[in-house]
């Protein structure tokens, strides 16, 4: 299979990441109005507290199941908006979330006690003890906050992805729980036919969404393709290519920039699952991932033999050609993420120009190969060396590298210090927004 070359979006398309935004919020703003409808039609209590109560749990309802949806990694969504912003919006939306669901155990708590004369903590208490449902409510609001704060980054930078992932799991759990509450005493829920079919249907497209993208999807194209390790090539010191065949990969609809979450399948790595850039544009009969040795899991890769079973989440990002607005482009890679870098070099046409942003010339990993690729393309190609300051990279220096930059895509990729003071020097020189691509890999559980 030839690699695929990717024209720049025209000037007048809708581009495929607004498209997908803009249904995204379409779809909750509707599902926002059909709640907010069979809430009025099954009528309100005579204790406003409560009748604000029973809207915030409808809308905490609503959010969860859109929680699972971001989180469900469906091509479709993944490649228009890619990983790293559905987990943003999941993290917030989370907190939308939990602040709802604090509202409705408040106000419907203190509405009732209102109603009831009780203080609130006996009120709450004999909810507990009398209503149906209301106990297993208790149970999912308490595993989501836990959830809640061990997805703050404070926390989140102290626990290991694995560990992290595993608690992330209880939110399911939290959904099974709160959904047999709303049926047990959700007014709105049981008010007609038509509102029992609607609640139905956004759990199901919501749990089905996940079950598709997180189990099926993967399970089936893994048994489809059949990856094994065909070749481990060092490319320096602390620095390694993965080489991966299977079974019809001319199939596999992955492109230049995208990710996987590989899983090697051997007694002492079968359980660790880490996300790598392709390397090299798939070219239908073999994948390749390079990666420096920052940690357990990369270390390891050089130890890999030939022939070892991979199982592959992917591919993920919307880190490509794809997404390209104008005719020439500007690619910017910091060390190690000059990976999806060279991959997009080899795939996308029009003039390009490339600055790998490096400590010193040794550090250039695959250099040797983005020279090759810039010849053959006709593609300018700027190795920038020297320590983080001064930075080499500042408006004034990235303008005499690239003089009409604010005319092309830029496509950046590198450690975060070195893409956030890229993206600073990018406003700077008024690079329109649409027109700068780049990803972080920004897992959610």
Not at 223 to 245: G, K
Not at 248 to 274: E, I, M, S, V, Y
Not at 354 to 359: L, P, S, T
Request: net charge positive; with cysteine.
């Amino acid at each position: 299979m030839t690699t695929v070359q990717s024209p720049p979006v025209p000037p007048t398309a809708i581009r495929p990441k607004v498209v997908a935004r803009t249904g995204l919020y379409a779809v909750l703003a509707a599902n926002a109005a059909v709640v907010t409808l069979f809430a009025v039609q099954a009528g309100f209590a005579s204790n406003a507290l409560v009748v604000i109560g029973r809207f915030a749990g409808l809308y905490s309802a609503l959010l969860m199941a859109f929680q699972l949806l971001l989180v469900a990694r469906l091509p479709w969504l993944d490649r228009r908006i890619g990983m790293d912003r559905l987990t943003n919006w999941h993290r917030w939306t989370g907190f939308s979330l939990l602040w709802t669901l604090v509202g409705h155990v408040v106000f419907i708590t203190f509405g009732y006690a209102e109603s009831s004369s009780m203080n609130p903590v006996s009120q709450l208490v004999d909810l507990a003890e009398t209503v149906e449902g209301v106990l297993r409510a208790a149970v999912a609001m308490v595993l989501i906050l836990v959830i809640g704060c061990v997805s703050g980054r404070w926390a989140r930078r102290r626990l290991a992805y694995e560990t992290w992932h595993f608690i992330h799991l209880y939110t399911y759990v939290a959904v099974v729980l709160a959904f047999t509450h709303q049926v047990a005493v959700g007014t709105t829920f049981t008010a007609s036919s038509a509102a029992t079919a609607y609640w139905y249907a956004v759990w199901g497209v919501a749990l089905g969404s996940v079950l598709l993208g997180r189990v099926v999807l993967p399970l089936w194209r893994n048994q489809r393709h059949q990856l094994r390790v065909e070749a481990v090539v060092p490319e320096a010191d602390n620095v390694v290519s993965v080489y991966i065949t299977g079974r019809h990969l001319d199939r596999l609809p992955a492109r230049a920039g995208q990710f996987f979450l590989w899983r090697f399948l051997t007694k002492d790595r079968w359980w660790q699952a880490n996300p790598f850039s392709l390397s090299a544009a798939p070219d239908g009969t073999r994948l390749r991932l390079t990666a420096k040795a920052a940690g357990d899991g990369s270390a390891g890769l050089r130890h890999l033999e030939p022939g070892t079973r991979v199982f592959a989440e992917g591919p993920y990002g919307a880190f490509t050609a794809m997404h390209r607005t104008r005719p020439e482009a500007l690619l910017i890679a910091g060390g190690v993420g000059v990976t999806p870098i060279r991959a997009l070099l080899e795939e996308i046409d029009g003039h390009a120009v490339v600055i790998y942003r490096v400590a010193g010339e040794r550090d250039a990993v695959l250099y040797d190969e983005l020279h090759e690729l810039a010849l053959a393309k006709g593609a300018e190609l700027h190795l920038v060396t020297g320590p983080p300051v001064p930075d080499r990279l500042a408006p004034r220096e990235l303008a005499a590298l690239v003089p009409d930059i604010a005319e092309r895509d830029v496509f950046l990729c590198g450690p975060p210090p070195m893409m956030n003071a890229v993206l600073g020097t990018l406003r700077e020189l008024d690079v329109p927004k649409p027109q700068i691509h780049f990803e972080r890999f920004s897992l959610a559980g």
